[in-house]
């Protein structure tokens, strides 16, 4: 049963433009929404988060939208540059008992120069 | 800066053995986790651990033990390895869930 959806598994975007890179959840009671950002031979780093209090968060050229209603999370990243080249995993964070994260199967953003 | 090291970059293990994968943290984090990333399938969390010689279950614990003995280290033992196992395995730490530090990841190969 997979919790966290991200139906893209890949994406190319020209230099410059906007990245939109989109995830899908399946259960409500999430508290916070959070990317991470993958390099080849590297662990994920964390990249932004938000609450589920809250419909946007904003980092600079990161923004990520939350759509409660729609349980839809995205991640603007403007303008790309050929560093953000990565994999980009959303994640939820469980609320009660033990607290979790449960990851998402991972866009990989191409961004051409 | 936060510091998760893992024991090995690549390991190959032949099927039956028993494999030991390390990971110690350097900032005193009580939260520890091994996760296993397979493509398609993103990370998935195997166990976790939010105090020394305290284990709790992930999404795909069956084939995997863990042991927290002291705080900075986490390791996960496969007790008899399986070509289904052959994989990237991931370490993280974390004071809060919102970030967990990732370790570079453990590339195994069981044949």
């Known amino acids: 049963d997979q919790q966290v959806k991200q139906n893209s598994p890949s994406l190319s975007v020209q230099e410059g433009r906007i990245s939109i890179l989109n995830c899908d959840y399946t259960?409500?009671?999430?508290?916070?929404f959070l990317w991470y950002k993958k390099y080849p031979a590297e662990g994920p780093t964390f990249l932004i988060s938000?609450?589920?209090?809250?419909d946007k968060n904003e980092d600079g050229r990161f923004t990520v939208f939350l759509n409660k209603s729609a349980k839809h999370l995205s991640l603007h990243i403007v303008p790309s540059q050929p560093g953000d080249s990565a994999v980009y995993f959303c994640?939820?964070?469980?609320?009660?008992?033990?607290?979790?994260?449960?990851f998402g199967t991972g866009t990989k953003l191409q961004v051409i120069p | 800066d936060v510091k998760v090291t893992q024991s090995s970059r690549y390991l190959v293990k032949r099927t039956g053995e028993k494999v030991f994968l390390e990971c110690v943290q350097d900032?005193?984090?009580?939260?520890m986790f091994w996760y296993r990333q397979d493509p398609g399938l993103g990370l998935r969390l195997i166990y976790f651990?939010?105090?020394?010689?305290?284990?709790e279950k992930g999404d795909i614990p069956e084939g995997y033990s863990v042991s927290r003995e002291k705080k900075e280290r986490f390791s996960l033992i496969l007790e008899s390895a399986s070509t289904n196992q052959t994989s990237m395995y991931l370490c993280?730490?974390?004071?809060?869930?919102?970030?967990?530090?990732f370790g570079p990841g453990t590339r195994l190969l069981v044949l």
């Open positions: 993280a730490s974390s004071e809060n869930q919102e970030t967990q530090y």
């Open positions: 259960n409500s009671m999430f508290d916070y």
């Open positions: 651990s939010y105090d020394v010689k305290m284990k």
């Open positions: 938000i609450s589920s209090i809250k």
């Open positions: 994640a939820v964070l469980n609320s009660g008992g033990y607290q979790k994260v449960t």
């Open positions: 900032m005193d984090h009580e939260n």
